[in-house]
């Protein structure tokens, strides 16, 4: 089968299209011929093992897997004489930020793992790139006790995690302030932003309102910088450790004593987000309910995986990239 390989940690341009062996289903994985999948930061956080410490899981030297990708839907050709939850033919998608093995033509999953039937009403393209950012913005909600009503900055919002935070924020009733870049400013409103800031013209971290949460998906803010705008007990989350892993620390000390000392109550919480599949149960509700819709930015046929990953390096996306695997 055809699948999109890497033999060293790097830049895009180490990723090359070969034939590579068609995976065999274990007795409890299913074996899915892949329709779509996505190029999203994880994607490249793999690719290049950075922050280093991921190179403990991944290979120390060079990759353990020479297949990337993180997500996926596609369709059951084979399953496993112990999966009783699937049938052939079933159309499906999944995540695994551990990686799939997802930028090629067909890859096993465990039935146990975050995998699921696809909603009736979607197609594969959306479908193939609606978890990774979700599941991330939904770990970021889920370590706070949000309440309808209170008061939410979402920095980064035009993003992968950006763009499904603002709706799932919007399923739980907060009330959304969304930082974004001047193109996107309609879009942040029409996925359920109150209130907006363009970031090209006006720093935020200078208005005088205060929110209850801030959660910063792009992790371009601090804590510190963040910490006026901050009601009294209120939560600072980022997506990223931080300068020498500072939100680790705070985090940390968070845990410990409840909340920052000579902070008024106010804390920093790192969002962990290790159950992939409540994840997606979650997700597929939403989308089955119209109430969730993954934003896509470009759509790269396979062959071109590399111009895909150089666009998301960037930073400049808005929402999510895809990728199509073409019917031979």
Known sequence: MKGVVYYQYGPPKVLSIASVPKPNPKSDELLIKVKATSVNRTDCANLRAKPDIMRLTMGLFRPKNNILGTEFSGVVVQKGSKVKGFDLNDRVFGFDDAG???????????????????????????????????????????KVALKSGEKVLVNGGTGGIGTAMIQLLKHYGA????????????????????????????????????????FDCVGKSSFDACKPLLKEGGVYISSELGKNSINLGLALVSKIFGSL?????????????????????????????????????????????????EYVEKGLKTGNVAILLKEK
């Open 100 to 142: 799939l093995s997802s930028y090629a033509e067909y890859l096993c999953i465990a039935e146990s793992k975050a995998v699921g039937v696809m909603p009736d009403t979607t197609d594969f393209l959306e479908m193939g790139c609606c978890l990774e950012g979700a599941h991330y913005a939904y770990n970021f909600i889920n």
């Open 175 to 214: 009330h959304i302030t969304a930082v974004g870049n001047t193109k996107n400013l309609s879009l942040l409103r029409q996925l359920g932003a109150s209130e907006v800031y363009d970031y090209k013209v006006e720093d935020f971290t200078k208005a005088k309102k205060k929110y209850h949460y801030i």
């Open 261 to 309: 000392p000579n902070e008024k109550g106010k804390k920093v919480v790192f969002p962990y987000p290790p159950n992939k599949r409540r994840s997606l149960e979650l997700i597929k509700n939403l989308i089955t309910a119209k109430k969730f819709s993954p934003v896509i930015d470009r759509v790269y046929p396979i062959e071109e995986i590399r111009d895909a990953f």
